[in-house]
């Protein structure tokens, strides 16, 4: 169990909560902190329990039980909840904004809510959307929607940012370019809430993972961590075009131990000096291999070791420009 007296260390405290609908248990007892100034990243499927609890966290949705602070304030009471929505910023999943209003105006209709601003010039920057300042919402691309969208989240300057499925739909090179945003946040001293089913998203961006699964946390800790607990051992994978050459291969390597076929390739356990004794091997017989990689488990090892499934990402794209 977590304390909640945290001394100001921690952006978010959650402990034991639980959301119900009916007989569905969407978010199944989960107990967290989150330290100012990281990037947490909530990584599971759709339907896991992170939207909801973002919106639990945000003040959108109602808890059954269990108890959260965040930035110090307790959900449960109105008057903390209220301060707390004025210094956090928000994406949400579907985010939409006014169509027929350009970028800069729309960020001008947005901070006209707030009393602490960031200057629009700034946020446009931040987001690197100087060239479109002047088009309409309605005319971005998808990738650019999304850049907006973040920058609308930054207007009131906030301590925290939510960003529920920020690049969801967006193809690579507007993937990284959000990336880029949201590391840019982090280096102001922001802290970020990301719920993402995006392995390689939650990898490269998140000092601290939390796997939920079916409304539970799996796990939870840094990437590093959490592969060296769950991803199991590094490969080797020799990669060969010809069946011939495949089964020479197969032979040679059978004293290194189990093989795995991948797509054609061979894949063996990696342990201390195997990579090196393989090549020797392989040279020694002359066998034309195509290529011989060593690779590192990743988080999608990880989900799958603590659940049995592998996690999907979504394959529509939008265009990035």
């Known amino acids: 169990m977590y304390l909640l007296n945290d001394n100001g260390e921690y952006a978010i405290v959650i402990e034991n909560l639980v959301k119900k609908y009916d007989d569905l248990l969407a978010v199944n007892n989960i107990s967290l902190k989150i330290k100012k100034g990281e990037i947490f990243a909530f990584l599971g499927p759709n339907g896991a329990g992170k939207t909801t609890t973002v919106e639990i966290l945000e003040g959108i949705r109602k808890k059954t039980s269990g108890k959260a602070f965040v930035l110090g304030m307790d959900i449960d009471k109105r008057r903390e909840l209220d301060q707390m929505k004025k210094i956090i ?54 990738g650019l929607k999304r850049r907006l969208g973040i920058a609308i989240s930054l207007v009131n300057d906030p301590e925290l940012i939510f960003l529920d499925e920020p690049t969801t739909g967006l193809d690579p090179r507007a993937r990284r370019e959000t990336w880029e945003v949201i590391e840019s946040l982090k280096e102001q001293g922001k802290t970020i809430f990301l719920t993402t089913h995006y392995m390689e998203e939650a ?69 201390k000096g195997t990579l090196s004794k393989v090549v020797d091997s392989l040279d020694e017989k002359s066998v034309p291999y195509t290529d011989i990689i060593t690779q590192r488990p990743t988080l999608e090892d990880v989900f799958l070791a603590l659940t049995g499934e592998v996690l999907l990402a979504k394959t529509t794209v939008e265009e990035s420009s």
Request: glycine share 6%; proline share 3%.
């Open 89 to 142: 910023g928000t994406l949400p999943q579907e985010f939409n904004t006014h169509l027929n209003l350009t970028v800069r105006e729309n960020l001008r209709f947005w901070s006209r809510m707030y009393a602490k601003n960031i200057p629009i010039d700034d946020l446009i920057a931040l987001v690197k959307l100087e060239d479109k300042a002047k088009v309409r919402y309605k005319n971005l691309s998808g």
């Open 203 to 271: 990898q490269i961006l998140a000092d601290t993972v939390a796997i939920i699964h079916k409304g539970e946390i799996m796990d939870i800790g840094t990437p590093t961590q959490l592969i060296d607990r769950h991803g199991g051992k590094n490969r080797i994978i020799v990669r060969c075009n010809d069946q011939v050459v495949r089964d020479q291969i197969h032979e040679i390597l059978f004293e290194f131990g189990p093989m795995d076929n991948e797509d054609g390739d061979i894949a063996i356990s990696a342990k």
